[in-house]
């Protein structure tokens, strides 16, 4: 297989992941913002949104350093689980997916905080438990917003360079995501192969594009979404 | 049905606060909440249902508590076994009639399918006329087909008593007149005792087996 | 007669693009093992030439030489290798008469401090590689760093390449070796002995390996430099006692 597909497929492989993972985090912590209330909640808020705004070169040195061998994290990894996450996909995956969770999680609770809280007591008054009123009524009514979210995650994921080269390196077919590939083949001086890769990543955010613009419509969060 | 009441609760802060105190005793199989609009019946109502934690006091239905603050004794919403109509129905807008009755018939994390057919289920829809329109969306509905809906909706759970927050306030007069005698009807056939808030007199008078009234979060003596 | 928002963009203009091209200026793009040395004599060369400011650019060789290629408007260029340098003379971009090659390194294999690993050649790693103590070996990308490219041609030399690139872990630079062994995410790692000697702490080096031709460093003004005259007295003072001195101490041998 071609570099540069191998390449594609492996930043397609993380990305999804990243948002897999990301996006039920966002989701649940989305959640939790929108329906407790305790002090330092606005703190925690701002705290969780840091990982959009923070260089990921920053990003990818705490994480480093949290879960590289010799890491408080990474350590128990290895002594416990003997996982060791440098140099693995699965290391790219949680760089990908921890600069990318705070699109879902702002959105999800934004999502969530539209939802008539009616609904949700209707459903309780009828005997449902609290996972059963989430899964049957808060989710599939917040659905559009958290999907908004998601998406951005995703291009978000698969764009991920700073952090993903710290944690994970650049091993081709592991960890050589498409964004690495060009930096790496414009370094070797591989204009042609540079020009491949950049026309691929370029075709791929255009497709995604539109893909979003068809599945979540501008219109997001509108009042009147949970109360027909 | 004895309805054991004694509740307090304060809403909202400093200036705007809003305390809600109501004590009574009732025992009838038709109970009245009325007074003028934001005299506390509904919070009154959601206390009753579970869906609002008072501060203090005690609810106690049938001998039963479900809500003792000393005791700390607070029994969920769902345990508690009520069918409840919110004031405009909040009928589940991205699920069908047939969906939303279905509701309360399972208590999986999958609602129940568009081709459900639990006995129960079709029978309500046929009582209120419903089945022709088992696979509308809510906001395809008129008033009246909503409220019948949501009353489906809250006797398809097998509840032991119905709560009504001003059930017939969102519908024009001669709707209401209909309604008024269908509920009326449905309560004689099944025995299920009711508690309804209204402000309009008439209600009074056609449902008030015992009528509580409440002004200013106080219950008037 | 003009408008004060004409004048605002104005100065904006001048001000974002003046600092672009400053007369005294030098920039030099040099080979990542350089870090250190260089620093040290840009700054003796600037207390040496008030006029003069160095500016720097460490990356690896292949690195620098394609900014180069592309019109980075590089003064003076230090590599790691003949090969990179070779190469930028064969694009053109080379001043004529001006290479001259300045000091020699050795290559050696570094492990973490705390490693247990005790080869002393190449032929007990390949036996440490097959036994699994050896898991992850740091090497330069070979296309773009020179010290990943010697490491390659002495593996391949000894049959043991296709092994070793099993276990290999790219790295961008000579540095980047050195920080993922300091670091103890890799095994092992080949950079030079002066990179070695940076961080005496953090590795160890394990043993030194012979290279078939001298690992020697050319450095030589390129052609779109600016002031082409205080680039060549930058290369001359690099060649000179003074400055061979200064890069002794940092692990480098005379060319």
Redesign the interface.
């Given at each position: 297989m071609e570099p540069a597909w191998v390449a594609l497929s492996l930043s397609l492989k993380v990305a999804l992941w990243a948002t897999a993972v990301g996006g039920i985090v966002g989701i649940a912590i989305g959640w939790i913002l929108a329906h407790t209330r305790f002090p330092g909640r606005d703190v925690v808020d701002s705290l969780l949104l840091l990982p959009m705004v923070l260089p990921p070169t920053v990003l990818g040195y705490y994480l480093?350093v949290l879960v590289?061998?010799?890491g408080t994290i990474g350590a128990w990894l290895e002594s416990t689980f003997g996982i060791h996450l440098?140099?693995t996909w699965q290391g790219a995956v949680i760089a990908a997916a921890i600069v990318s969770f705070p699109f879902v999680c702002k959105s999800a609770r934004a999502a969530f905080e539209e939802v008539?809280p009616?609904?949700e007591?209707?459903?309780?008054?009828?005997?449902?438990?609290e996972?059963?009123v989430f899964?049957?009524?808060t989710l599939?009514?917040a659905w559009r917003g958290i999907l908004a979210g998601l998406l951005l995650a995703f291009t978000r994921a698969l764009g991920e360079f700073g952090a993903t080269?710290m944690i994970a390196?650049?091993?081709?077919g592991r960890t050589q995501t498409l964004s690495i590939a060009v930096y790496?083949a414009?370094?070797?001086?591989?204009d042609a192969l540079a020009n491949q890769l950049v026309a691929i990543i370029s075709v791929t955010a255009v497709v995604i594009l539109v893909a979003a613009s068809r599945l979540a419509p501008a219109r997001i969060g509108q009042r009147d979404l949970?109360?027909? | 049905m004895k309805w054991d009441v004694r509740i307090a609760r304060r809403m909202g802060r400093g200036e705007r606060a809003f305390d809600l105190d109501v004590a009574f005793d009732a025992d009838a199989s038709r109970l009245v909440l009325f007074g003028p609009s934001g005299a506390g019946k509904s919070l009154t109502l959601q206390a009753i249902a579970g869906l609002l934690r008072p501060d203090a006091g005690h609810v106690a239905v049938d001998g039963q508590v479900v809500f003792d603050q000393a005791s700390r004794r607070n029994v969920r919403p769902r345990d508690r076994h009520f069918g409840y109509l919110f004031q405009d129905y909040a009928l589940f807008p991205h699920l069908t009639v047939r969906q939303n009755v279905a509701f309360g018939s399972t208590h999986g994390l999958t609602n129940p399918s568009r081709r459900d057919d639990v006995a129960r289920v079709s029978e309500w829809l046929a009582t209120f006329e419903l089945d022709t329109l088992a696979d509308r969306f809510p906001e395809q509905l008129s008033g009246g087909q909503r409220q019948r809906t949501a009353l489906a909706r809250a006797l398809v759970a097998q509840p032991r008593a119905l709560l009504l927050d001003e059930p017939f306030a969102a519908l024009d007069v001669p709707l209401r007149g209909r309604l008024r005698e269908e509920l009326l009807a449905l309560q004689a056939r099944t025995g299920l005792p009711m508690i309804l808030i209204s402000h309009d007199p008439v209600d009074v008078e056609l449902f008030g087996e015992r009528v509580v009234t409440i002004e200013h979060g106080r219950v008037r003596p | 007669m003009f408008t004060t928002l004409q004048r605002v963009v104005a100065a904006l203009g001048v001000a974002f693009f003046a600092t672009l091209a400053h007369a005294a200026d030098v920039t030099v793009s040099a080979a990542a093992s350089l870090t250190n040395a260089f620093t040290e004599l840009g700054k003796t060369f600037e207390s040496q030439n008030p006029r003069a400011k160095i500016l720097f650019n460490f990356a690896a060789s292949g690195a620098l030489l394609q900014q180069i290629a592309k019109g980075a408007p590089v003064d003076v260029f230090a590599s790691a290798d003949e090969e990179t340098m070779d190469q930028a003379q064969k694009q053109d971009l080379v001043e004529p008469g001006t290479r001259v090659d300045f000091v020699r390194n050795a290559l050696v294999v570094v492990v973490p401090s705390d490693s247990r690993l005790t080869a002393k050649s190449l032929a007990e790693f390949d036996a440490a590689a097959v036994d699994g103590r050896l898991s992850r070996i740091a090497i330069g990308q070979p296309a773009s760093v020179p010290v990943g490219r010697y490491a390659k041609s002495v593996l391949e030399q000894a049959g043991l390449w296709a092994k070793v690139e099993r276990r290999m872990i790219g790295a961008q630079s000579v540095r980047q070796v050195l920080d993922y062994v300091a670091r103890g995410e890799v095994d092992a790692g080949f950079v030079y002995a002066t990179d070695a000697a940076v961080m005496p702490d953090k590795v160890r080096v394990l043993f030194a390996v012979p290279t078939p031709t001298p690992i020697r460093y050319p450095i030589a003004v390129m052609k779109a430099a600016g002031d082409k005259a205080l680039a060549t007295r930058f290369t001359q003072f690099i060649a000179s006692p003074e400055a061979q001195a200064v890069l002794a101490r940092y692990g480098f041998a005379r060319p």
């Open positions: 480093l590289g061998r010799r440098i140099f008539d009616r609904y007591q209707a459903a309780r008054v009828l005997g449902l438990g996972a059963a899964f049957r009524i599939p009514l080269l390196g650049s091993i081709p790496e414009v370094q070797a001086g591989e949970g109360r027909r | - | -």
